[in-house]
């Protein structure tokens, strides 16, 4: 089992940034690729981004490429994910998910935490 706990959302105005955290435990975390995911109000869950295991591969959805950076610290078992020039359109529920390799299908994620609210004001 691999429990995951997120923080660090909030309230901010457009064209500000946030960090978000996820902070895992119960496995060795190295061994897992790490992504974000988040969901609107109304609407399906989407991928944001993935980092794998050692960190030197990631992944973007296209519409936070440039903004979004994915990092993850193997020594503090956690994972974040820095974003900037924030947009109205970024509000929504953001998920961290584990497994062994990076997915942008969130099924395929048997590991989530219970997700921090975003929410960006225009």
């Known amino acids: 089992q691999v429990q995951l706990v997120e923080s660090g959302g909030g309230l901010v105005q457009a064209g500000g940034s946030l960090r978000l955290s996820c902070a895992a435990s119960?496995?060795?975390?190295?061994?897992?690729?790490m992504a974000w995911f988040r969901q609107a109000l109304g609407k399906e869950r989407e991928f944001v981004a993935c980092?794998?295991?050692?960190?030197?591969?990631?992944y973007y959805t296209d519409s936070v490429r440039g903004r979004f950076t994915v990092s993850r610290d193997n020594a503090r078992n956690t994972v974040y994910l820095h974003m900037h020039n924030l947009k109205p359109e970024d509000t929504a529920v953001y998920y961290c998910?584990?497994?062994?390799?990076?997915?942008?299908?969130?099924?395929?994620?048997?590991?989530w935490g219970q997700g921090t609210q975003v929410t960006i004001s225009s």
């Open positions: 119960g496995r060795t975390f190295s061994n897992y690729a």
């Open positions: 998910a584990a497994r062994l390799t990076c997915s942008g299908i969130g099924r395929d994620y048997p590991y």
């Open positions: 980092v794998n295991g050692g960190g030197g591969n990631t």
